[in-house]
């Protein structure tokens, strides 16, 4: 019985190598573009990539398989954006001391003169962990207070070290920021300076596609018609649409994604249009990678559609990173088996307030990929080589187990 008991030990390995990771050399990325920048790129700022049609289409659901290359063959660490409407940006930096005054026994206060009321989220930066203790009130004039309104804070990075820093959003305050310690044991245990950063946000970036409208009609009074994207699936966002006069009153638009893996769902619209004083406006949604939307809306005259469909607006993966000291860098990708990998950079891209945008020249082939023979590697690529291997095993074992009752019988 050496045979079925060597052939059971097999087994095991083949069905790890069916289910395991697959390697993250760029060696395996048969594809390859090189990414055109400015000449005059200025210290500090960043690159920029965006998602585009050929990329969609080459690249493996979700571009987990997409890799920044430096000249030298290395993998360059970056910031992932995934579709989204709004980026957040930590702009100017300001530093204020802190006039700390003895309320006699009470508390320590001071007053922060900000110098114009502020239009902007504002990320307060205390040095050490004593901020937390704070209470923050805001005012006009400097004698009446409010408290202020605290704002989560996306993609704020954490200080260097536990305990290192203390830092807290809070909503745009008046000309004045007023800071009460209670607790405290004596003047050298406060914080003696804070630093205040501007938090601006801003729209990210949209990009039309070519579309097609299918099964246009009406039932009753209710419209519906199927917007299809030309080319692969991409994160839709926004429709401008224009209609055939201002109205008032508008009317309700419902929105239907067809999902990658099946089904649909309805998006509910961040924006929707205004046409009390013109005939053209946009409908935002949240970003929805998808080839097709169904939209619906009731209470419509035929036979008329209510509006023209002007534009589809798609919101593209970015792909964010401080430029490596020289050569070429390229984007590589094309290998659906290939893991996706994060560097935990996209804090760092918030905080920079200078992006450049790189295009993408046309796919070439990688010198440096090396298709995966025979081997590990090769199985975990296909599936259903395995599939087959494990079922000729199974039968030889079985003929073998077979084999063996029938001696023993005899």
């Known amino acids: 019985m050496k045979g079925p008991r060597a052939i059971l030990l097999l087994l095991p390995l083949l069905v790890s190598t069916a289910g395991g990771a697959v390697s993250r050399d760029v060696t395996s990325l048969p594809w390859q573009r090189t990414l055109q920048l400015p000449e005059d790129v200025a210290p500090g700022s960043w690159i920029e990539v965006r998602e585009d049609r050929i990329l969609a289409e080459g690249a493996a659901p979700g571009f987990g398989d997409v890799r920044i290359v430096d000249d030298a063959g290395q993998l360059v660490p970056v910031a992932v954006i995934e579709p989204r409407l709004h980026d957040t940006r930590f702009r100017r930096r300001t530093g204020y001391a802190i006039p700390w005054v003895m309320v006699p026994a009470r508390h320590w206060e001071g007053v922060l003169d ?112 199927t917007i299809v994207v030309e080319g692969p699936a991409r994160a839709i966002a926004a429709l401008v649409l224009e209609v055939p006069r201002p109205t008032p009153a508008g009317f309700p638009i419902r929105v239907e994604a067809e999902l990658p893996r099946g089904g649909r769902r309805w998006l509910r619209p961040e924006r929707e249009p205004n046409w009390t004083s013109t005939a053209v406006d946009t409908l935002v949604m949240v970003p929805m990678r998808t080839r097709s939307l169904r939209i619906e809306v009731e209470n419509a005259d035929p036979p008329n559609p209510p509006f023209t469909i002007r534009q589809v607006e798609v919101v593209p993966q970015r792909w964010m990173f401080p430029p490596p000291p020289a050569g070429d860098v390229r984007l590589a990708y094309g290998d659906p088996y290939l893991e996706a990998r994060r560097w935990g950079m996209e804090s760092a891209a918030a905080w920079e307030p200078t992006f450049v945008l790189a295009s993408l020249a046309a796919p070439e082939p990688n010198p440096s990929y090396a298709p995966p023979g025979p081997g590990l590697e090769w199985l975990r690529r296909h599936p259903p080589v395995v599939g087959v291997i494990m079922v000729f095993l199974l039968l030889l074992v079985g003929l073998v187990i077979l084999r063996g009752g029938r001696k023993e019988t005899a």
Do not use: C, Q
Request: proline share 12%; glycine share 10%.
């Open 114 to 225: 900000l110098g114009s009321r502020r239009s902007r989220t504002l990320l307060l930066d205390f040095p050490g962990p004593e901020g937390e203790r704070i209470r923050l009130l805001t005012g006009l004039d400097g004698n009446h207070w409010t408290p202020v309104v605290v704002r989560r804070m996306e993609f704020m990075p954490e200080p260097p070290e536990p305990g290192a820093r203390f830092r807290i959003g809070i909503e745009p305050p008046d000309r004045y920021l007023k800071l009460i310690a209670e607790g405290f044991t004596g003047r050298t245990s406060l914080p003696d300076s804070l630093e205040i950063v501007e938090v601006e946000t801003l729209d990210a970036p949209r990009e039309p596609v070519p579309f097609g409208i299918e099964g246009a009609k009406f039932s009753g009074r209710t419209w519906e018609a």
